[in-house]
């Protein structure tokens, strides 16, 4: 299985920050890599597809970028409704799997 | 408007059964791969299960091979998941999910599923 090791698992930032999470496959995925925002309580948000595609409505302050094991999620200039965990996602093979997720927390 | 609504949650014991629906509409249901996604409580997200829009192709976690079995009806815009077998680690919020250029697109709400005695 392709595991997928993501960092940090907490983040604290300002209103205006810009924010960074990284993703680590264990082994190398073709640009399948997909972002999630979730909120407490409700389901997963599709953010970045395909690595880098942001998805339709989705605000342009987040942005993905990467290649081979390494992918990244960059939220500029974060906002008080980007307060959520945040998860990565491979979906290049079988089993698919997640990161274990980012709590980002803005002060 | 496009909408993805689980239901068939609920409590049973450990060894029992449970079957989950994924009710679909406002999209062309039998054109897209569908999936199912779990969260333990305070956890993250662990997925479970694919098919393919005609059914013919069907994968599934080690953790519920054997035990779960996915399903489609596309003549009334419906997934399932029949769940045997059950134990107490598959307590969890149950999600369909779906497939789109890599990614899970939509999401229902979701159903809880707690197995105990």
């Known amino acids: 299985d392709i595991q997928m090791t993501q960092s940090p698992s907490f983040v604290s930032a300002s209103v205006g920050d810009r924010v960074i999470i990284t993703c680590r496959a264990s082994?190398?995925?073709?640009?399948?890599f997909a972002w999630y925002q979730q909120k407490p309580g409700k389901a997963p948000k599709l953010l970045i597809y395909?690595?880098?595609n942001l998805q339709s409505g989705v605000p342009s302050r987040f942005s993905g970028s990467g290649s081979g094991t390494d992918i990244t999620l960059t939220i500029t200039s974060l906002q008080p409704e980007d307060s959520a965990t945040y998860y990565c996602?491979?979906?290049?093979?079988?089993?698919?799997?997640f990161g274990q997720g980012t709590k980002v927390e803005v002060k | 408007e496009v909408h993805l609504v689980e239901s068939g949650g609920g409590l049973v014991q450990p060894g029992g059964s449970l079957r989950l629906s994924c009710a679909a509409s406002g999209f062309t249901f039998s054109a897209y791969s569908m999936n199912w996604v779990r969260q333990a409580p305070g956890k993250g997200l662990e997925w479970l299960s694919y098919i393919v829009g005609p059914s013919t192709t069907i994968y599934y976690a080690d953790s519920v091979k054997g035990r779960f079995t996915i399903f489609r009806d596309n003549a009334k815009n419906s997934l399932y998941l029949q769940m045997n077998s059950l134990r107490a680690e598959d307590t969890a919020m149950y999600y369909c999910?779906?497939?789109?250029?890599?990614?899970?697109?939509?999401w229902g709400q979701g159903t809880m599923v707690t197995v105990s005695s």
């Open positions: 996602h491979q979906g290049n093979t079988f089993p698919w799997t």
């Open positions: 082994r190398v995925i073709n640009n399948c």
């Open positions: 999910a779906r497939d789109h250029n890599y990614g899970f697109d939509m």
């Open positions: 395909y690595t880098s």
